[in-house]
């Protein structure tokens, strides 16, 4: 069964997928959590995508996803993408996995 995605995940699961297609590499979503984040002014929610990277130029991809990824400017309707972390994770001979760490702030 394939996982729930918001709009601010799918925007984000978008974006890792147009920098992993030139390499070859597809995105495969292993898990996706959202929990809601305020401070005294804003509200919204921190989101974590763990995703893997498959492919014969997953590790390329890996190294440009983590490079271009927070850089990216990524739009999502009524919402703005405040902070967007990646963190690699383990590979192995089918690919390598990362956790993408983001706050959306509502509009």
Do not use: Y
Not at 4 to 14: E, G, H, N, P, Y
Not at 39 to 48: D, F, I, K, Q, V
Not at 63 to 82: D, F, K, M
């Amino acid at each position: 069964m394939r996982p729930r995605c918001d709009k601010a995940q799918a925007a984000i699961l978008r974006a890792v997928a147009a920098i992993a297609l030139p390499f070859g590499a597809r995105v495969v979503i292993e898990e996706l959590r959202a929990r809601d984040w305020a401070s005294l002014t804003l509200t919204g929610a921190r989101h974590e995508l763990d995703v893997r990277l498959d492919g014969p130029g997953a590790a390329a991809a890996l190294v440009a996803v983590a490079a271009q990824l927070p850089h990216e400017t990524i739009t999502i309707s009524g919402q703005l993408l405040a902070e967007l972390l990646v963190e690699p994770g383990t590979a192995d001979d089918d690919g390598v996995a990362l956790t993408l760490s983001a706050l959306v702030i509502n509009d």
